[in-house]
């Protein structure tokens, strides 16, 4: 490769690391605005895009049920975080929403951390 193609393949991969994380943030600053706290249950860990593992949940807004998965932290494909019950942010406008379970995910909505979590705690370490 020569020296113009590396800068030229550099700049490209900035420029993708700044538009993903402009895309979490318009994200977030819209389940903030027009979010709404429902319960989701998670149902299981599927790839997600780039090969992660993201855990899938599934919740009810107006009788309509809805499926979504989000990408996790430190406790990507533990079978302890399956089929339970997690508060979710939902904006109904645009079909976003976020699972809420770390202490850092109820924060950027300025949530409290509820007790009833308290056991995801060690997982997080």
Avoid: C
């Avoid at 700049?11 to 977030?28: D, G, N, P, S, T």
């Avoid at 299981?44 to 499926?67: A, C, H, P, Q």
């Avoid at 909505?109 to 997080?124: A, E, G, M, Q, R």
């Amino acid at each position: 490769m020569t020296m113009k193609s590396n800068k030229l393949s550099l700049l490209i991969v900035i420029i993708l690391f700044v538009a993903v994380i402009l895309i979490i943030k318009v994200r977030e600053i819209n389940l903030n605005k027009h979010g709404i706290l429902l319960n989701a249950k998670t149902t299981e860990w599927v790839t997600g895009s780039k090969m992660s593992m993201d855990l899938r949940y599934e919740f009810y807004y107006n009788g309509k049920k809805i499926i979504d998965n989000n990408a996790t932290g430190n406790f990507r494909g533990n079978r302890n975080f399956e089929d339970k019950y997690f508060p979710v942010m939902y904006d109904s406008e645009l079909g976003m929403s976020q699972l809420l379970i770390t202490p850092a995910d109820f924060e950027k909505y300025n949530i409290p951390f509820p007790d009833s979590l308290k056991w995801v705690l060690p997982y997080l370490k």
